[in-house]
Each structure stands twice: as structure tokens, then as C-alpha cells.
């Protein structure tokens, strides 16, 4: 977390202003042990602009220490509506990682605890999210309802798919999917 206040000095804020922004984002979360940590993460989120801000706060739909495949992201983040051609994924995604936003692991992302906890508290709507990473995922398949048909290299998806599915309120869905695999 203290990591990612350092970045906004590499960003261009002040020491002065980052400070300032801690604890003001810190006093959100009260007398929290990790108020600190967690408001360091509030802080530098609220630092990011434009679409690189609207992709980091799309990625509360994911669980903490998950490696979510940057290609995923970018059919998600497209599904979302969002423009991330003006700037590309790779650019967003290496900025997010300098200002210790996420961990790069190859061709994945990685979101710590604290950093999905303050993505949490910010959405507006998980069921939203979950929808949209839903159907960017059921248009790689024939039949829209045939889960099982996931291509072979979608292993984020083949492991996470039934969280997604009950995320939006399709647990007959993500119980039709393990049924009917098996």
C-alpha cells in the first residue's frame, strides 16, 4: 500500500498531497488497524484518470491473488464499453503495475486484498460487472448456454466461471455447467 503512495510521487504529486490524501481516504475505513493500508489504495485510485481509472475499478469482479489473463481483460474492459484502444491494455496494465496497482505475473494481472477490498466498497454494482464479464465470455461460445464448450485455453474462466455465473444470479446456470460437464 505504501508502495502504491510512492507512485503518485513518481506520478507527479507531492509528497505533501499524497500525504494529505492518505489520511483523508484513511479516515474513511476509522480505526481500522489496516485504515492506513487501506486508505493508501483509496488514495492512488482515486488518482488514476479517465478509462485507466474506469478499467481498475472494473476489477472488482475478481477475487484477490487470482491471475486474471490481460486478454480476458480486454474483452471484459471492450464489453464494459469502455475505450481502452485510445490507450491500449498493455500501456494501462504497465502503469497499473508502476503505480503498485496490480502485480504483473506474465500475461496476467494479480490483485492484492487490500486493493480488491477499497475496489469493492467502490462499485457500484457487482451484479453489473459479473453480467458484463459473463457475456464477453458467452460469446466465444456456439450456443450461448453451452458453458462446458469454453475453449480449452480460457482457464480462468473454465476455474472461475461459477462464481461469475452466480455473481449475476444464475446458480442454475453454474449448476447446469458442472452437471453437465461431468
Known amino acids: 500500500a505504501l508502495a502504491a503512495a510512492g507512485a503518485q510521487v ?3 504529486a507531492g509528497w505533501q498531497q499524497v500525504a494529505s490524501s492518505m489520511q483523508k481516504a484513511a479516515a474513511v475505513f476509522g480505526p481500522s488497524p489496516r485504515s492506513g493500508a487501506l486508505g493508501a489504495v483509496l488514495s492512488s485510485i482515486r488518482a488514476l484518470e479517465g478509462t485507466t481509472g474506469s478499467c481498475y475499478r ?3 469482479v475478481f477475487a484477490d491473488d487470482v491471475d486474471v489473463p490481460i486478454a480476458l481483460l480486454e474483452r471484459y474492459w471492450t464489453a464494459l464499453g469502455l475505450d481502452i484502444e485510445a490507450r491500449g491494455v498493455q500501456v494501462m496494465i504497465d502503469e497499473l503495475a508502476a503505480r503498485n496497482l496490480v502485480t504483473v505475473t506474465g500475461t496476467a494481472v494479480r490483485l492484492h486484498d487490500d486493493q480488491r477490498d477499497v475496489l469493492l466498497l467502490l462499485s457500484a ?4 460487472l459479473h453480467r458484463c464479464l459473463v457475456d464477453s465470455a458467452r460469446s466465444m461460445l456456439d450456443d450461448p448456454s453451452a458453458w462446458w464448450s469454453l475453449p480449452e485455453s480460457e482457464v480462468y474462466l473454465e476455474a472461475h466461471l461459477a462464481r ?5 444470479g444464475l446458480v442454475e446456470k453454474a449448476v447446469g455447467t458442472v452437471t453437465k460437464a461431468l
Do not use: T
Request: aromatic share 6%.
Open 164 to 168: 461469475h455465473l452466480d455473481g449475476v
Open 125 to 128: 454494482s457487482l451484479v453489473d
Open 58 to 60: 472494473a476489477l472488482a
Open 10 to 12: 513518481r506520478f507527479g
